[in-house]
C-alpha cells in the first residue's frame, strides 16, 4: 500500500457511487439546500449516528423545508421523549447522500488534528455532477475522514 495524499484544490473523479453521511451543519448548508430546495429531499436517508455534532444552523427557506429540518435535525430526543431545541445538546442523525459515478470533486480543506479524531473531515466543492437540479450549482460540503477513505476514484 502507498499512501498518497492530494494536494488542495485535486479534483477527484468518482469512479463509483459515494455514499456518505451528510450533517446538518453551517458548512453543508449549501447542498442541504439543494437537496430542499429541489424536493430531492429523501427522507429514508435519515440515518441514526453516535457522531457528537451540534446542528442548530438554518437550512431552507419554505414552511415545508423548515418541517423537515426540526423534524429530524433539530429535535433531539432523549429516551424516546422529544425535548424542546437546545443547542448545547447534539443532534444524532445524518443524512445518507449519494453522488453518483463521474461527479468531479474538488478538494477544498483538510481538518485533520491529533486528538480531534472525531472532527478528521475533508471540505469539498462538487463541480460536474450527473444529477440535472446541481448542474447550475458548485455546492460546498464537508465529509468525516471515515468516509472519504472509501472514495474510488481517478485524480485529473
Known amino acids: 500500500m502507498k499512501l498518497t495524499i492530494p494536494e488542495l484544490k485535486t479534483k477527484l473523479k468518482l469512479k463509483e457511487n459515494w455514499t456518505f453521511d451528510l450533517f446538518y451543519e453551517r458548512r453543508n448548508t449549501s447542498l442541504f439546500n439543494l437537496l430542499l430546495n429541489n424536493k430531492l429531499f429523501d427522507e429514508t436517508k435519515i440515518v441514526p449516528t453516535l457522531e457528537d455534532v451540534h446542528a442548530w444552523y438554518n437550512c431552507g427557506k419554505t414552511k415545508e423545508t423548515k418541517e423537515i429540518i426540526e423534524k429530524y435535525f433539530l429535535t433531539p430526543k432523549i429516551f424516546g421523549r422529544t425535548i424542546p431545541f437546545d443547542r448545547s445538546i447534539p443532534n444524532n442523525n445524518c443524512y445518507r447522500f449519494t453522488w453518483p459515478i463521474d461527479t468531479v470533486l474538488v478538494i477544498d480543506r483538510y481538518y485533520i488534528r491529533n486528538g480531534g479524531e472525531t472532527f478528521s473531515s475533508l471540505?469539498?466543492?462538487?463541480?460536474?455532477?450527473?444529477?440535472?437540479?446541481?448542474?447550475?450549482?458548485?455546492?460546498?460540503?464537508?465529509?468525516?475522514?471515515?468516509?472519504?477513505?472509501?472514495?474510488?476514484?481517478?485524480?485529473l
Not at 466543492?125 to 468525516?144: D, G, L, V, Y
Not at 471515515?146 to 472514495?151: G, K, L, R, T, W
Open 123 to 155: 471540505t469539498f466543492r462538487a463541480t460536474e455532477t450527473k444529477i440535472p437540479e446541481f448542474k447550475k450549482h458548485k455546492p460546498r460540503f464537508w465529509a468525516k475522514l471515515y468516509d472519504v477513505n472509501n472514495i474510488h476514484f481517478e485524480a
